[in-house]
């Protein structure tokens, strides 16, 4: 099994994030999208490429987009597989899958876009070559 089809966040859901319907609201489910992406970073030892402070230019999310499959309730555990799913000049592509473990059930499907910019202008600019790297491995 490669780094990538392994679940490399799980969670259990908390009270907080459920709406009046007793389901986690739809606006949660990109702060579980958003902090898989982070997981699967650290995960990879590449995390340093990601802060501002250490590389010299700063991501931005640039797009999201979720699908809703099944709804995810109160004390679920959720498990997200990420994958990179394509580096451009100066954005990158991530795939999240989020699993109920009691039953395997897929509940969502994302993507999320972040594009790479400067520190002084916040304009696009190109992925650093360390960072692609370090992203192509594994």
């Given at each position: 099994m490669s780094v990538d089809d392994r679940p490399l966040a799980s969670f259990r859901v908390s009270m907080r994030d459920?709406?009046?319907y007793g389901h986690v609201h739809n606006?949660?489910?990109l702060d579980?999208?958003?902090d898989a992406v982070v997981e699967f970073l650290r995960h990879r030892e590449i995390l340093g490429h990601f802060r501002h402070t250490t590389s010299g230019v700063a991501y931005h999310v640039k797009k999201a987009e979720i699908t809703f499959h099944n709804?995810?309730?109160v004390d679920d555990v959720v498990e997200a597989k990420v994958t990179v799913e394509k580096i451009g000049r100066t954005s990158l592509a991530f795939a999240i899958e989020l699993v109920r473990r009691r039953d395997g059930a897929h509940?969502?499907?994302a993507g999320l876009v972040w594009v790479c910019v400067g520190l002084s202008d916040s304009r696009p600019t190109p992925i650093p070559e360390a960072t692609r790297a370090a992203l192509s491995q594994g």
């Open positions: 459920i709406d009046i606006s949660v489910y579980y999208c958003e709804p995810i309730d509940c969502a499907t």
